[in-house]
């Protein structure tokens, strides 16, 4: 089956702890995307990758760190430098970069910071 | 600045009739909008876009429109179920950038049997 995934779907962590969320895909898609989603808001745009080693801040980068060493994988770091890091993060990737093309989502990891 | 606004209030409807959703958009033009489907705790669905020279597009029961002069778009469920309760989103590309979208805040769609 072609998705994507993400893992793991809960996590706990304790504040001062850096953190790592995994994002694979197999649709063969150059763009991939990081989302978080806070109750009552919209998606917020973390970071975005349009090609493999080559990646760009969205509208809250701080806090956060991505690679994307492989067209198949954009893990996100989630660092103790981020101030409210309790979230739920949603993975996306495109066919390509642009916003035409319909994103696929996966089934976002909930993320609790204590 | 550009913004892209849902109906934050529940819109709660009987089994059998129409649900109707509304985007709105201002301070831009977008070249088209995207809505998504949102179940509780998962991630959303892509379902239909709707280019600025599309008046209308259909999908199955579902339909949407897109009015540049009301600068609104609208989002219709036919013959609505149960199953359709879910939170819809709508979003369209940044003025700032070509890769990137913008989402609303969703609205919650309730179907009674």
């Known amino acids: 089956d072609g998705g994507i995934t993400q893992s793991p779907k809960y996590l706990f962590r304790k504040e001062g702890q850096n953190v790592t969320l995994s994002c694979e895909q197999n649709?063969?898609?150059?763009?991939m995307y990081w989302y978080r989603q806070d109750p009552g808001q919209g998606l917020r745009l973390i970071y975005y990758s349009q090609i493999v080693n080559d990646f760009q801040k969205g509208d809250i980068a701080e806090g956060y760190s991505v690679s994307r060493e492989k067209k198949e994988s954009f893990p996100l770091t989630v660092t103790s430098a981020q101030k409210n890091p309790t979230a739920f993060y949603l993975c996306?990737?495109?066919?390509?970069?642009?916003?035409?093309?319909?994103?696929?989502f996966g089934p976002g990891t909930r993320l609790t910071v204590t | 600045s550009q913004k892209i606004e849902q109906n934050s209030e529940a819109l709660n409807i009987q089994e059998g009739k129409t649900a109707t959703l509304t985007c709105n958009y201002t301070n831009y033009s977008p070249a088209y909008l995207q809505w998504y489907r949102q179940d509780p705790g998962r991630g959303p669905v892509f379902l239909l876009l709707i280019r600025e020279n599309e008046k209308e597009k259909r999908k199955e029961r579902l339909k949407v429109t897109f009015d540049t002069t009301l600068k609104q778009s609208l989002f219709h469920i036919t013959a609505s179920q149960p199953a359709d309760s879910a939170t819809y989103l709508c979003?369209?590309?940044?003025?700032?950038?070509?890769?990137?979208?913008?989402f609303g805040s969703g609205t919650r769609l309730l179907v009674r049997p």
């Open positions: 979003a369209s590309k940044r003025v700032d950038s070509s890769y990137k979208l913008i």
């Open positions: 996306a990737s495109s066919i390509k970069g642009g916003g035409s093309y319909e994103q696929y």
């Open positions: 649709l063969n898609h150059d763009a």
